[in-house]
């Protein structure tokens, strides 16, 4: 009985190229077949859509837009500050319409309000928007305008005004900082440099120049004094370059 070769030698095996993935094949250019130029990737090519809608319009300049682009979250942001505003209170004096204003103490009397006035003042000068302060200890007319801006004797600080709208005291402040709403309703507002002001080095008020802060004058006979009505109480002014 002769030998016989082995039905599953290597040199009788055959293996068809069908029955290769389509990544492994050989094309009839020489070298492998590319995953893209198979029937199925190219399927699968074919069903993918455009990134971006080309049709996408914007209502306000009727000009096509692409979604994230810098121009299009600054709208999105801008509307949504607009809509998040209307939900407070309007409180907006004359020159108020695109302001961040704080009334605040610096009076340590009472520990819980002056730390509060602390928080709100730091959270909205994180954001570096331009922000006027309202320091009811430095002068008390600024707690004569919140009692006639609430229309109540009784005020307590802080108190903060975003765009002529009331948002209120340091607990809204907080929250709104919490849930990452606040930089948006400060969306649009003027910003400053982090450094703070070189005039008054961020205290909001210099010294009187006129009564060299006595908060008195000269009067005419050279003997009597009458009071300076350039300064408050305390012969401050409010900073001419950041107030």
């Not at 074919?46 to 837009?65: A, E, I, Q």
Request: net charge positive; with cysteine.
């Amino acid at each position: 009985m002769g030998s016989q070769r082995s039905e599953y030698s290597p040199m009788t095996t055959i293996v068809k190229a069908s029955t290769l993935p389509p990544n492994l094949r050989i094309s009839k250019k020489g070298g492998c077949e590319s995953p893209v130029e198979s029937g199925l990737n190219s399927g699968r090519r074919k069903n993918l859509g455009p990134l971006f809608d080309p049709d996408l319009v914007d209502p306000k300049t009727k000009k096509k837009v692409v979604l994230g682009t810098p121009t299009s979250q600054k709208s999105r942001n801008s509307t949504e500050s607009t809509a998040m505003l209307a939900v407070f209170e309007k409180k907006c004096p004359p020159g108020w319409d695109n302001k961040v204003v704080i009334y605040t103490t610096t009076l340590r009397g009472i520990r819980k309000t002056f730390e509060d006035c602390n928080t709100v003042r730091g959270i909205i000068e994180s954001h570096h928007v331009r922000m006027i302060e309202r320091d009811i200890s430095m002068d008390s007319g600024f707690k004569e305008e919140l009692r006639s801006l609430l229309g109540k004797k009784e005020v307590k600080v802080p108190v903060v005004l975003v765009k002529g709208r009331l948002i209120g005291g340091s607990e809204e402040i907080m929250k709104l900082e919490e849930e990452g709403k606040m930089g948006i309703l400060l969306e649009g507002i003027p910003t400053v440099a982090a450094a703070g002001c070189k005039g008054c080095g961020g205290v909001r008020f210099v010294m009187c120049t006129v009564c060299n802060g006595s908060c008195k004058l000269i009067g005419g006979d050279g003997r009597r004094s009458i009071k300076c009505l350039e300064c408050n109480e305390n012969g401050l002014v409010q900073c001419p370059f950041c107030c």
